[in-house]
Structure formats: structure tokens, C-alpha cells
């Protein structure tokens, strides 16, 4: 069974950081496109970074610059590392393994960046 564990969510002032991670069980994570997307309030879901099999990495250009996105494999967990965090940003954070054959998804964390 296929588990994606999404972790690290949190309450930050603007300007602050987190890391979010992605815990990864009955799947390998290297073998996906691994995704973090994010839902604010009365927002769509949108697709903030990827990583993909070979390493290569894409963002959203609000969070170009701001945002890494990386992956261990050792520990089949990928990460988020959000720094100068706005308010704009505060929004549930999803993973997601994208393969040929489906996409599976985290359940979310939490992200709230207020002073």
C-alpha cells in the first residue's frame, strides 16, 4: 500500500522558514515525479515544485528563488525548504508521486505564516 506522509507544517511570521517533508512508504520516491502543491483559502490547488527521477527541478514562479525542493533517497523522503516566507504562501501543502500508472497523494500539512 502506497502512503505518502507529508510533515513540518507549522505558524511562522513572514520573512521566517520551514521544511516540509515527504515521507514516502511502499513506493519509491526516485521512481515518481514528486510534487508539492498547495490550496490557500478560496484558492485552486496549484503546483508550487517538482523533482523528477533524474533530479531535475521546477517551480511556480512566485516561489522561484525561495522555495528548494530535494530529495533523499536513502531515507525515500523528499523535501520543501521555504525561505522569506509571505503570508500569501500560508496554504495546505500536499505531496504528491506522480508515475505513468496514477498519482498518489499526501494527506497535507498546514502552512501559516502570520505575525
Known amino acids: 500500500q502506497v502512503q505518502l506522509v507529508e510533515s513540518g507544517g507549522g505558524l511562522v511570521q513572514p520573512g521566517g522558514s520551514l521544511r516540509l517533508s515527504c515521507a514516502a512508504s511502499?513506493?519509491?520516491?526516485?521512481?515518481?515525479?514528486v510534487g508539492w502543491s498547495r490550496q490557500g483559502p478560496g484558492k485552486q490547488r496549484e503546483l508550487v515544485a517538482t523533482?523528477?527521477?533524474?533530479?531535475?527541478?521546477t517551480y511556480e514562479y512566485t516561489v522561484k528563488g525561495r522555495f528548494t525542493i530535494s530529495r533523499d533517497d536513502a531515507k525515500n523522503t523528499v523535501y520543501l525548504q521555504m525561505n522569506s516566507l509571505k503570508p500569501e504562501d500560508t496554504a495546505e501543502y500536499y505531496c504528491?508521486?506522480?508515475?505513468?500508472?496514477?498519482?498518489?497523494w499526501g494527506q497535507g500539512t498546514q502552512v501559516t505564516v502570520s505575525s
Open positions: 504528491n508521486c506522480n508515475l505513468v500508472s496514477g498519482t498518489y
Open positions: 511502499g513506493i519509491t520516491l526516485s521512481m515518481c515525479v
Open positions: 523533482i523528477n527521477s533524474g533530479g531535475s527541478t
